[in-house]
Structures are given as structure tokens and as C-alpha cells.
């Protein structure tokens, strides 16, 4: 046994010594397609399978393909990754299923990930910069292929912890920072892939027709993978590559080198390779061989050696599942009371959690309602201080004013008293000197400053048009009244305009007009309600009905209604008819008649009634 491990050694190390020089080429695919909390995916896992297939065909010299991952199996596939990626010039990875953008960064689904808010995103998902970081260790070409630009199903049902938090549609654009580096989109940034009707999407397909092409350049190989794809989809769908090379080409598959003589038919080799695995016969021969010769009726037949050591792997795995089986139903029997603690402990957590978080919104919504109050009350502050400044610099400029303006006047009073003494003494007449001049300031806007502080206090209706009249005066004895002054009503002087300054606000009462009434600082006219109007006193009252005046017609009829009345009274008819040949008559008021035949149809007929009246 131990010369057989050591001959197997030796043939693994002579398959994989002829590439140990060249140029080393690793990758890794994986397609998510089995998602636990959205539907699956039809295309990822086939995705994976049709790319790994080309990066076996275009000579990697190791290939790994992962299907279905969750997120611990995804982290530990890149970490692995990442240790081939520090031995190798070339490193490639290809990922098939769903991704998400959060933010200007980009996550990579796994299929464990339920992402019922979008801060699950960093605990659920792996970030495209750890990708990043697994092909970084490669010395001439780091690419990454991203086929996940499709449309989220995650983004639809997410909550938003944060309103303003963006959850974009597609991935975002990225700089890579590294240089040689280049990342590969379905589709351009912010705009989603489909997944067409074939059972690979449209980019895959591409991607297997026009990379592996010997010699051709990335970039080239990418712009054909492009077109191709727009004309499939009907031009919906553009791919995007993001990065840069440098001016030589990157082709992912070496130009075939040109013969110049006749060669050995290479399938003599591999036969005689394949002889000596069959001898070894263990899966890691079988493996190294396949790597060297991944296609070839040789490597059909390698397959079957490698599906035949499967099965047998398979059995034996059966058997011992079928026996964990067993060992795992009695230590669940044994630990299904511990079970159902740990489920009360988790719900018990998980109530704690969504506490915790509405505590702490709650707490958000609270300090963002203080800080606004207190920029509210900052902002009343300021304007008080503003207000306040204005009111103490109008003083002062008032108060220098009045200063310049006596300095000056007590100056031409001086002046003028010498004037008047030199006149005096030459003239040698006594003359009696004014001793004041008018101020600086005209009455008429020193009265104009009087009257606006009486319309401030509420003592003055009219305008202030410096003409000091009788209702101004009016409104300087209203103020002596309710201010306990007993100013002179008849001057608008400085100490009138100080005293009514000194008041901060309504002195007088609010007078209004007749049909109005005081409401607060302002009048508002009275409304009556119908059949009432505003009296003398400023009260509704009754509209009375006028008295009907007799016109001439009216007056005509009163004097003959009077006329007949005065008249003698006239003989009256009885009510009764009185017939006979000269026909009928109503029988007068007084008269008697005597029946001597019928009465018919209302009448006494002649021949029944005699002497009528006696």
C-alpha cells in the first residue's frame, strides 16, 4: 500500500510538472439558483456549468465549480480561492444568480439569505470586494464575471430602517483599484440582465462563444460579447466592462503555437498516460489526467473511471448517512426538550431585538424633534437680539441727534449774543437778543415722530403727516389719560416723544367707528342678522314697519264711505218677490202678503197674493 500511495504521488507530480513552468490559469464558477426565500432561478446553475465547461476546454489548469452556496460555503470558496489565486498569472471568477446594490456598494446573494430589512444586507450577504480581494494575489490578469444583474426580487419585499437609504435596481459601477483588473457586467450599471427563454441567459452564451478564441484580446473578446448580446435581446440588454489593461493584448486563451515540421500524433501520449491511471486507478489520478487531457475520447473514458469510483463513494456514503441516521434520531430524542428552550430563548431574543429598535427610533424621532425646537429657539433668540439692537442704535442715533442739535443751538445763541452786545455798544442802544434758535430738526418731523409713537400706543387713528391739528391733540389727552401724564396737549415736544417711546405697547384703548367693533388690536364692522340694524348705540335693534301712507284714491273713497253714511236711510227690501202680470217685484221692508195660491219656483204668482202692502 505505501508503494502504491508513493507511485501515485509520483504520477500526479509528473501530470502536472509539464505546466508548472507555463503560464497558470485557475478559476472559480458558481451558480446560485436554489434561493430559500424567493423563487429559484432557472439559469445560474446551468450558467455555471456551461462556463466551467469552456474554462476546462481553453486548458485551465484548475477549475472549481460550486453550485447553490450559501453564505458560509461562498466565503469559504473565495477564501480557498484566493490561496490558488497567489500562485497563479491568471485568476477568473464567474458568479450566476442574485446580487443587490446598497448604497454604491454591490452584495452577492447567497441562497440562505432572507434579507428582510436592508441593514441584513451586511450579515446576509457576501460584498463584491471580497471577490475583489480573492483574485488580487494574481500576477497578470484578475477578471471577474458577474452574471447577476438581475431583477431583485430581495429589494421588493426589504424594509427600509433608514427612509433615505437607496436600494438601487441592478449593481452599481465600480472602479477597480487594482491594476489589470477588469469586472464584467451583464448589463450596464443600474439597469437589469434577463435571463431568456433558453436554458442559458444570453450572456453566458456569449461569453462560452467568444472567450475561449486563441490570441484574442479581453477587451476585444468583451465588445463581441456585447454586440452579441444586444442583438439577442433586441437591444435591451448592453453589457459593461469596468477596469483597464495596459497596451499589450490579454488574450484568456494563448495563440496556438505554428508547427514548422512534422509532430507525433499526441494521442500516443495520452494513451500511454491513460495505461499508467488505469494501473493507479484513485480519483486523484483520474483527476490530474483530466486536468492535462480535459477532452478526447481518452477523457471519456477517464469520466467513466472517475463516475465508477462515484458510485462506489456514493455507497459507502449511503451507508454511513443511513448509520448517522440512526445515531441522530436517538440524540434528537434526547435533546427535543432542550430544543423547544432554545426556540422560547430565540423568540424571547428576537422580541428583545425588535424592542431594541423601535427604543431606538423612537429615541431618533425624539432627538430630532429637540433639535429642531432648539434651532427654533436659537432662531427667536437671534431675532429678539436683532430687534433689540435696532431699537438701542435708533435711540442712540436720536439721542446724539438731539445733543449735536443743542450744542449747536446753544452755540448760535452765544454767537448771536455777541453780535447783539458789539451792535449794542456801537449803536450804544439796549437790545434784547433771542436766546434760541430753532434745532436741527424741523418741527414738523420732530411732530411726525410724535404721531407715529401715538399710532404705536393705540392713541392716534390718523396718519402721520407732521401737522400737529386738533386730533392729534385729542390724542396726546388721550394718553395723558391712560398714562397718568399731564403733558401740554397744545406742543409735540421731546419729552412727549420720550415718554410715549418708554411704553413697549397699547396705552389707549381700541375706539371704532360707528357700525364697528373692537376684536383684540382691530376693528371689525357689526353684522346684524336680518330684520335687525345698528342704532345709535352700536346694538342691533329691530327694523320697525313703516305706517302706510293714504294715497289720493284712498282718500276720494274715505269721503264717500262718510257721504253715505250721514244720508237718510232708504226704504229696504223685505227678501221677498212679489209676482203679477206686470211682472216681478221685491216685496218692500214693512209690507205684508197675504197667500192665496202656490208659491212656485221661488215667487208668489199674482193669482195666489192680493194687496200686497197694507
Not at 434758535?437 to 401715538?454: C, D, I
Request: aromatic residues 6%; proline residues 5%; charged residues 30%.
Amino acid at each position: 500500500m505505501g508503494a502504491l500511495r508513493w507511485f501515485s504521488l509520483v504520477f500526479f507530480i509528473w501530470l502536472t510538472c509539464g505546466s508548472a513552468h507555463a503560464e497558470r490559469r485557475v478559476a472559480l464558477v458558481i451558480g446560485n439558483s436554489a434561493y430559500k426565500s424567493v423563487p429559484r432561478l432557472a439559469n445560474p446553475a446551468n450558467d455555471a456549468d456551461l462556463v466551467g465547461s469552456m474554462f476546462k476546454k481553453a486548458g485551465f489548469d484548475w477549475i472549481e465549480i460550486k453550485t447553490d452556496l450559501n453564505a458560509t460555503e461562498m466565503r469559504k470558496a473565495l477564501r480557498d480561492f484566493g490561496g490558488r489565486a497567489r500562485e497563479a498569472e491568471v485568476a477568473v471568477i464567474y458568479y450566476a444568480g442574485h446580487g443587490i446594490e446598497l448604497e454604491g456598494t454591490n452584495y452577492l446573494i447567497p441562497t440562505d439569505a432572507a434579507l428582510d430589512t436592508d441593514s441584513d444586507v451586511l450579515d446576509e450577504t457576501v460584498a463584491l470586494d471580497r471577490a475583489l480581494f480573492a483574485v488580487e494575489p494574481a500576477k497578470q490578469l484578475r477578471l471577474i464575471i458577474l452574471d447577476a444583474c438581475r431583477d431583485n426580487p430581495f429589494a421588493k419585499t426589504m424594509k427600509r430602517t433608514v427612509a433615505a437609504r437607496a436600494v438601487g435596481r441592478g449593481l452599481a459601477k465600480v472602479e477597480p483599484t487594482s491594476p489589470n483588473t477588469m469586472i464584467a457586467f451583464a448589463a450596464k450599471a443600474g439597469s437589469t440582465a434577463s435571463d431568456g427563454d433558453a436554458k442559458n441567459s444570453p450572456f453566458a452564451a456569449a461569453l462560452v462563444e467568444r472567450l475561449p478564441t486563441p490570441g484574442l484580446d479581453l477587451r476585444k473578446a468583451f465588445g463581441f460579447v456585447r454586440d452579441d448580446v444586444l442583438k439577442n435581446t433586441s437591444y435591451k440588454q448592453e453589457p459593461y466592462v469596468y477596469g483597464s489593461l495596459g497596451g499589450n493584448d490579454v488574450p484568456l486563451v494563448p495563440a496556438k503555437p505554428t508547427g514548422t515540421g512534422p509532430q507525433a500524433s499526441p494521442d500516443d501520449a495520452i494513451r500511454r498516460d491513460y495505461e499508467l491511471a488505469l494501473q493507479i486507478g484513485t480519483r486523484e489520478v483520474w483527476s490530474a489526467f483530466l486536468a492535462r487531457y480535459p477532452d478526447g475520447f481518452y477523457a471519456s473514458l477517464a469520466k467513466g473511471q472517475l463516475s465508477r469510483i462515484a458510485a462506489e463513494d456514493a455507497r459507502a456514503a449511503a451507508a454511513d448517512k443511513a448509520r448517522q441516521a440512526e445515531e441522530e434520531k436517538a440524540r434528537l430524542a434526547s435533546e427535543r426538550a432542550r430544543k423547544a428552550e432554545q426556540d422560547k430563548a430565540a423568540a424571547a431574543a428576537k422580541a428583545a431585538e425588535d424592542a431594541r429598535l423601535a427604543a431606538e427610533k423612537a429615541k431618533q424621532i425624539e432627538e430630532a424633534k429637540a433639535a429642531a425646537a432648539e434651532q427654533r429657539r436659537k432662531e427667536a433668540e437671534a431675532d429678539a437680539a436683532k430687534a433689540l439692537a435696532d431699537k438701542q442704535a435708533a435711540e442712540k442715533a436720536l439721542a446724539d441727534k438731539l445733543a449735536s442739535d443743542k450744542a449747536a443751538a446753544e452755540l448760535a445763541a452765544k454767537q448771536a449774543t455777541e453780535k447783539q452786545a458789539a451792535v449794542a455798544a456801537e449803536q450804544k442802544v439796549a437790545a434784547v437778543a433771542p436766546t434760541t434758535t430753532p434745532p436741527a430738526m424741523s418741527p414738523q418731523e420732530g411732530t411726525k415722530l410724535v404721531q407715529s409713537e401715538l399710532r404705536r400706543v393705540g392713541c392716534l387713528n390718523a396718519a402721520a403727516d407732521g401737522d400737529w391739528n386738533a386730533s392729534s391733540q385729542r390724542s396726546l389727552t388721550l394718553f395723558n389719560k391712560y398714562a397718568g401724564m399731564t403733558f401740554d396737549t397744545k406742543l409735540a415736544s421731546f419729552d412727549v416723544l420720550d415718554a410715549i417711546k418708554a411704553k413697549p405697547g397699547r396705552v389707549c384703548p381700541l375706539v371704532c367707528d360707528h357700525g364697528f367693533k373692537a376684536d383684540g388690536d382691530a376693528c371689525v364692522k357689526i353684522a346684524c342678522r336680518a330684520g335687525y340694524r345698528v342704532n345709535g348705540d352700536n346694538e342691533c335693534e329691530k327694523v320697525q314697519d313703516k305706517k302706510p301712507v293714504a294715497t289720493r284714491d284712498e282718500a276720494k273713497r274715505d269721503q264717500e264711505r262718510r257721504q253715505t253714511e250721514s244720508a237718510p236711510t232708504k226704504q229696504q227690501a223685505s227678501g221677498q218677490i212679489f209676482c203679477d202680470m206686470q211682472g216681478c217685484r221685491p216685496v218692500p221692508k214693512g209690507c205684508q202678503l197675504e197667500y192665496r195660491g202656490g208659491i212656485g219656483n221661488g215667487a208668489v204668482h199674482a193669482s195666489g197674493t192680493s194687496n200686497p202692502c197694507r
